[in-house]
């Protein structure tokens, strides 16, 4: 986990790169299964907003694995739209317990400001069939 703290090859590679680093690091961190599925597509040109959706994306796996205890954690970047993309993150863990909207956790609060900080839409919610799916809307 150490090494995702300072995403070298997201500078080297981009973005796809830097993420399948971050599941192969965070499944066997982790113990659990973590997967990557990127649209190759998707093309995120701003080194800014590329490191910000990475560090959007490793507090969701943190948050996952820390909280939930997730046999399996999903990172999908999809197209959405003809500019924008999406990062989603979802997990079969135990889910969220209900808070509080001025009670969100560091986490959660430090995901919303990178989100805002790039102009992107962040939703946080259980899923029906149990764990999280974190959704950060970019629209380029």
């Given at each position: 986990?150490?090494?995702?703290?300072?995403?070298?090859?997201?500078?080297?590679?981009?973005?796809?790169?830097?993420?399948?680093?971050?599941?192969?690091?965070?499944g066997?961190?982790?113990?659990?299964?973590?997967?990557?599925?990127?649209?190759?597509?998707?093309?995120?040109?701003?080194?800014?907003?590329?490191?910000h959706l990475?560090?959007i994306?490793?507090?969701s796996?943190i948050?996952?694995?820390?909280?939930?205890?997730?046999?399996?954690?999903?990172?999908?970047?999809?197209?959405?739209?003809?500019?924008?993309?999406?990062?989603?993150?979802?997990?079969?863990?135990?889910?969220?317990?209900?808070?509080?909207?001025g009670?969100?956790?560091?986490?959660?609060?430090i995901?919303?400001?990178?989100a805002?900080?790039?102009?992107?839409?962040?939703?946080v919610n259980?899923?029906?069939e149990?764990g999280?799916?974190?959704?950060?809307r970019?629209?380029?």
């Amino acid at each position: 986990m150490a090494r995702g703290l300072f995403p070298v090859r997201l500078e080297e590679n981009g973005l796809a790169s830097a993420l399948e680093e971050l599941a192969n690091h965070a499944g066997a961190f982790f113990n659990t299964k973590c997967e990557l599925h990127y649209e190759p597509r998707v093309v995120i040109r701003d080194h800014s907003v590329a490191q910000h959706l990475y560090y959007i994306a490793q507090e969701s796996i943190i948050n996952a694995a820390k909280h939930g205890k997730p046999r399996i954690i999903e990172i999908h970047v999809n197209a959405d739209g003809a500019n924008g993309c999406r990062l989603i993150v979802r997990d079969d863990g135990a889910g969220m317990p209900a808070v509080a909207p001025g009670n969100l956790g560091m986490g959660l609060r430090i995901m919303k400001y990178r989100a805002r900080l790039i102009h992107a839409a962040l939703q946080v919610n259980n899923r029906l069939e149990g764990g999280v799916e974190m959704v950060c809307r970019l629209i380029g």
